[in-house]
Nanobody, 117 residues
Framework: EVQVVESGGGSVPAGGSLRLSCTAS????????VVWYRQKPGEECLMVST???????YFTDFVEGRVAISFDNTKNTEYLWLSSLTPEDTDVYHC???????????WGQGTQVTDSA
């Protein structure tokens, strides 16, 4: 079974940028739909982006225009790049494989992004 782990979070100032990683083990990201989510404590799990097995991406409105996805196949990793950060972006970010699922934020620890202000 392919498992993924998130990393790259930390303290980032407003207006700054970040790169989050979603690394797979036990298999490859190839052929999987990769979904990024984020969640604030006590709030719903929100989808940020999806990447199809063919590499097509979809971004939700609240990150559109300041987000990008890249891959490092040698590291079996997908990266989420987010710029022009606002306090609204200070969430726990999760990645998961498969179809979007509102419960995905409960599947792993995620990686925390905080405002350094």
């Amino acid at each position: 079974e392919v498992q993924v782990v998130e990393s790259g979070g930390g303290s980032v100032p407003a207006g700054g940028s970040l790169r989050l990683s979603c690394t797979a083990s036990g298999g490859t990201l190839h052929g999987s739909n990769v979904v990024w989510y984020r969640q604030k404590p006590g709030e719903e799990c929100l989808m940020v982006s999806t990447t199809s097995p063919g590499g097509q991406t979809y971004f939700t409105d609240f990150v559109e225009g300041r987000v990008a996805i890249s891959f490092d196949n040698t590291k079996n990793t997908e990266y989420l790049w987010l710029s022009s950060l606002t306090p609204e972006d200070t969430d726990v970010y999760h990645c998961a494989l498969g179809k979007p699922n509102i419960y995905a934020c409960a599947w792993g620890q995620g990686t925390q992004v905080t405002d350094s202000a």
